[in-house]
Structure formats: structure tokens, C-alpha cells
């Protein structure tokens, strides 16, 4: 790999359709030369200039063929399956994500939903549009309810579940953590576990939280099987990706009230599609991805693409290396 030119002469490209990546990198005094794309035809159009590119949801695997100045992809997503690592090879080109830069986030979003759920803010939103008083509520299934107490399994414990765990036991809640290597630490959970104990942890959870990266093991966990295994007071939130989710089986447990509902910020194909039965679903709450968007973001990520410029340039390991 040739060198990556001096800081003056480096072209960054930020491809996003709504994050401000060159706006920020320029108020905070980047001398770098800074580029940015927000839809195909500038992508397109502007790549071939750049040395480093910032990207997520605009990837596509056949940019390389275009791109023969490119060295760095630091991913504005903390989620890598969109991109496929031969590619990467082939061209050599480095690719990092951004794992950790939004985990103060969704920990923030899961318990957010969470905590909407058993205070059904959802229904109160919903109900205020209608000009509807519910009221308080005699029957106890309609009525609002603590968390504290409550058993919530937490899906991955990264730097997002561990934090989600953190808030979770602030809230005096029992966690059981789940992980690909639970040899890797609790994370403060009550008790950790292997993907391969969730048919026997179900039945204990009122929440299942997922903020795991979609892997092999992980698509299709959440089925028609697990679900069944949930009691039907309990409660899907899933913020890692769709496709953990068989939405299919998610849509006919959520139809016949095998489980209480779900909150998702992820769905199999986004934007969910109109027809989806998701949307008009009276215990299925959606946020559109969104559980990661603050207005620290475009800054978080930064600090991580110039820390893995400098490591480029020193043969150092990137940070959150994937290629």
C-alpha cells in the first residue's frame, strides 16, 4: 500500500445522507481536504479523489473498482455486514468501524423503549391525538407498571451492552447477559450465558434486549421457536439489526399474542416498507433507526478516523480494525 500524502494534501470524502461530517471536521480545524457526498451520483462522481472515506449505509462493493486512491474506510456504523471484507482485500483497502462511538447511545434508546413500554407513553402519545383521558385503569394488564425488579436478557455485552447493562441494574432490574464467549466477563450482569443457553433463559425474561452484531449465529435468533419459549407478558426491544429478528415469525407472535410486543429501531429491510404490518401493529413500536443519532456523533467518529489515520501512517493496528 503506498503512503497516505501529508495531512494538506489528504482528500476525506464523507458520503451520508444526513450526517454533517465535513461541516464538523472543518469547525474543528482539520487540515485535511474535505469532501462530502450525500446521495449516489456525488459518491459516484467525487470517489475517485479520495484517500480516506467515511461511510455506512452509502457503501457499495463495487466502489473499490472506482476508488484507486482510496487506503481508509472508517465506517460511520458500529455494524460491518454491509461490507464485504474480500473486497477489501483485493484492493487493499483498510476498513474500521465505529464500535463504540454510539454505545452511550443505544444503551440510552433500549432503555428509553424500555421504559415507554411499561409506562406505555406509546398508548399515552397515541391516546393524546385521539383527545382521549384514559385514566387510571382497574384491569391490571392495561395498567402501567415498574421495571424495577423485572428480568431483562441482555444480547451482546460490547461496549453497547455493557453500558445497557450498567443503566439496566441502575433501574434495580435482574440482567442475564448473553455473549458469543462469556469466558469474556459479566459485564455486571447477574449472570452471563452463551448464545446456545437462550431456549432455557427465555422463559425467565420480561424484556429480551438485543444490541448484538448480525453475525451467523445471531440471524434468526429471535424465531418462531424463541418467541414461543417467552412468556406472553414479555416484551422484544431489539436495537442491533433487523435480520436478528425472523420478521416474518416476529409478525405472527406479535399477531397472536404469544409475546406481549416489540419495540424495534431495526427492521429486515429499511425504510419499512409501507405495507408493513409493522407499522399499524397496536404492540409493535418503531423508531426508525435512529437509536444511535445524537448530536456527539459526527464528532465521536471523527476522533476515530484521525486516530486511524495517524495508526495507518505509523503500521499501528487500526482501532476497531476489521480489514
Known sequence: MSPLPEDKDLTVLFAHVAYQGAARAQARGLSHRLLSATNREELDRLIPEADVLVVSGMWRNDLP??????????????GTDQYDRAVFREHGIRLASAAGANAEAVAEHAVSLVLGIKRKLFIARDDQHKAHWSGMKADFAQREDEIAGKTAIVVGMGRIGSRLIEL???FRMTVLGVRANPAAGAEGADEVHPLSAMPQLLPRADFVVLVCPLTAETTGLMNKAAFAAMKPSAWVVNCARGKVCDEADLIEALRARTIAGAALDVTAVEPLPADSPLWSLPNCFVTPHT?????????????????????LRSGEPLANQVV
Open 168 to 170: 439496566l441494574k441502575a
Open 65 to 78: 473498482k472506482i476508488a484507486p486512491r482510496l487506503k481508509l474506510v472508517q465506517s460511520y456504523s458500529a
Open 291 to 311: 437509536a444511535g443519532e445524537t448530536c456527539a456523533y459526527e464528532d465521536n467518529v471523527l476522533d476515530l478516523m484521525s486516530e486511524n489515520i495517524r495508526r
